[in-house]
């Protein structure tokens, strides 16, 4: 079974940076595409950020410039560096897969920015 663990969340201040983890277990992860996914409260999912299994990243406009995917296949996990962080950033991100979420929902991790 597949299980996914978000971690890295928490509350900064408009401007400042975090490092999201996911890490995965229960499959041939180097095979998978992955992708981050966040929700804001009484917004729809979005799918911010993708990464193929060769590295090849995309992202959604609202973060270009910004965010930043990247995986470590040894490790199982995918990152998602965040800079520059606005208040609409707030939201609790998941990862999952990249073409579409294929895999029960971890926990997801809380951003909060805000001064």
């Known amino acids: 079974q597949v299980q996914l663990v978000e971690s890295g969340g928490g509350l900064v201040q408009p401007g400042g940076s975090l490092r999201l983890s996911c890490v995965a277990s229960g499959l041939i992860f180097s095979l998978y595409h992955m992708g981050w996914y966040r929700q804001a409260p009484g917004k729809q999912q979005e799918l911010v950020a993708t990464?193929?299994?060769?590295?090849?990243?995309n992202y959604t406009d609202s973060i270009k410039g910004r965010f930043t995917i990247s995986r470590d296949n040894a490790r199982k996990t995918i990152y998602l560096q965040m800079n520059s962080l606005k208040p609409e950033d707030t939201a609790t991100y998941y990862c999952?897969?990249?073409?579409?979420?294929?895999?029960?929902w971890g926990q997801g991790t809380q951003v909060t920015v805000s001064s």
């Open positions: 990464i193929t299994n060769r590295g090849s990243t």
């Open positions: 999952n897969g990249g073409q579409s979420p294929i895999f029960k």
